[in-house]
């Protein structure tokens, strides 16, 4: 303990001298930024060179990593009600103790039913995206239920976000949403405008079927034959 590990391959018959490396220890407590309670069952993930290691915080918040290398260690945290969060910590040169308690936002909830124009009936298995308006950073993806019901948690209070959904054979929707401050949660319906599939034959007046002919369709909608070919 206190030390990190060497790995030594000497020749069968031979004497090697091991040095083992000083190392570090991260700990601290993951905290809710609203009041500063405890976090538990945070994943956090440690990256820094050769090392990778990933701990859960106990039901307390508490968290530690082990036999860290000296420099900068990139810590990721994320909790499905939690705002996910990167945060990079300096462990210096010298072996030993370095606390960092971090302390993470509760997230908003946008949740709502996604539903099919035509059908004026629920789309489940429809897909439900959720993108920060204005940076384009995906904040979450979700599966509606066998009702057409989603919900997307962990989204940052206060900020505006892009919802799209889609289904197989079902067109997509768009919304433009922004996150109460208060972090309540809001409820916004997607209607899916269904897509429409033209199939026929283009014939000549005089030669039957013409091949190789174009075919273009304009904003089809249920119940509109404007087309044009050539």
């Given amino acids: 303990e206190g030390y990190g590990a060497a790995v030594v391959r000497p020749f069968a018959g031979s004497f090697a001298n091991v040095i083992l490396p000083a190392s570090r220890e991260l700990r601290g407590v993951v905290r809710r930024l609203s009041d500063a309670t405890g976090i538990g069952g945070v994943s956090l993930h440690a990256m820094a060179g050769g090392y990778d290691r990933t701990a859960v915080s106990g039901a307390d918040g508490r968290y530690s990593f082990l036999g860290l290398p000296a420099g900068f260690v990139t810590v990721q945290l994320s909790h499905p009600r939690f705002v996910s969060q990167t945060i990079l910590v300096d462990l210096g040169s010298s072996p030993g103790l370095t606390s960092r308690d971090i302390s993470l936002h509760s997230g908003s909830v946008v949740q709502g039913t996604v539903s099919s124009l035509s059908a004026a009936a629920p789309v489940p298995g429809a ?9 384009g950073t995906i904040a979450g993806t979700v599966t509606c239920d066998s009702e057409g019901q989603y919900e997307l948690r962990a989204l940052l209070p206060g900020v505006e976000y892009d919802l799209e959904a889609s289904a197989e054979g079902s067109g997509s929707a768009q919304a ?17 405008e269904d897509t429409w599939t033209l199939v026929g034959t283009v014939f000549a007046p005089n030669d039957g079927i013409s091949a190789g002919s174009v075919v273009q369709a304009f904003a089809l909608l249920p119940g509109d034959t404007s087309i044009a070919g050539e």
Avoid: E, K, W
């Avoid at 995206?129 to 940076?135: D, E, I, K, N, P």
């Avoid at 433009?176 to 899916?192: M, N």
């Fill in 176 to 192: 433009t949403v922004t996150v109460p401050v208060d972090g309540s949660a809001i409820t916004v319906d997607l209607l899916l």
């Fill in 127 to 135: 897909t439900v995206t959720a993108r920060q308006r204005g940076v």
